[in-house]
T-cell receptor
């Protein structure tokens, strides 16, 4: 069946460091791919998405590119801030969505 | 502002009690979902519903049931709570295309502790 694998955390970075959170998927067909973010004490919210191969989703300085050849959708940000501390979930767009296990990011000043 | 509202942020119950978790959305969404979130396991789908009075089992339905009598409300029921049901429960909703567009809207979660 369809599945999503993302790197295990926690990830701890200093402010202004470069962030990569790896995500790979297994799926039939070409589903949409998503990143969700969960800030402390809150529910999940959609961060960005890509609906077809080679699409780049972006939001709040985060980016991810849909790579069909490597079945990947890695999340990147060039300079993280303390306010980016959260849990990040990669998801694959079936109905219902298939989520990865989440990666906790902590950014220290 | 669109919202998914879960009735209780924190609950403490005893083993064997019947527990109701309520979720209401104001976006007129057809689809509604219940997940549980546990450290190291991520989000796991318990039940979902595509329409009033319809329900589908997710990945871990054992020990749970659901009710969808009105479009805006989706209730999760633990018939006889057990300690292994201690968890964070998240409700979400989406429009019919939500599974493809990724537009799931989540509530803030209900943290249940079963003693």
């Amino acid at each position: 069946g369809d599945s999503v694998t993302q790197m295990e955390g926690p990830v701890t970075l200093s402010e202004e460091a470069f962030l990569t959170i790896n995500c790979t998927y297994t799926a039939t067909g070409y589903p949409s791919l998503f990143w969700y973010v969960q800030y402390p004490g809150e529910g999940l919210q959609l961060l960005l998405k890509a609906t077809k191969a080679d699409d780049k989703g972006s939001n709040k300085g985060f980016e991810a590119t849909y790579r069909k050849e490597t079945t990947s959708f890695h999340l990147e940000k060039g300079s993280v801030q303390v306010s980016d501390s959260a849990v990040y979930f990669c998801a694959l767009g079936n109905t219902p969505l298939v989520f990865g296990k989440g990666t906790r990011l902590s950014v220290i000043a | 502002d669109v919202k998914v509202t879960q009735s209780s942020r924190y609950l403490v119950k005893r083993t064997g009690e019947k527990v109701f978790l309520e979720c209401v959305q104001d976006m007129d969404h057809e689809n509604m979902f219940w997940y549980r979130q546990d450290p190291g396991l991520g989000l796991r789908l318990i039940y979902f519903s595509y329409d009033v009075k319809m329900k589908e089992k997710g990945d871990i339905p054992e020990g749970y049931s659901v009710s969808r009598e009105k479009k805006e409300r989706f209730s999760l029921i633990l018939e006889s709570a057990s300690t292994n049901q201690t968890s964070m429960y998240l409700c979400a909703s989406s429009s019919p295309g939500g599974g493809r567009t990724g537009e799931l809207f989540f509530g803030e979660g209900s943290r249940l502790t079963v003693l």
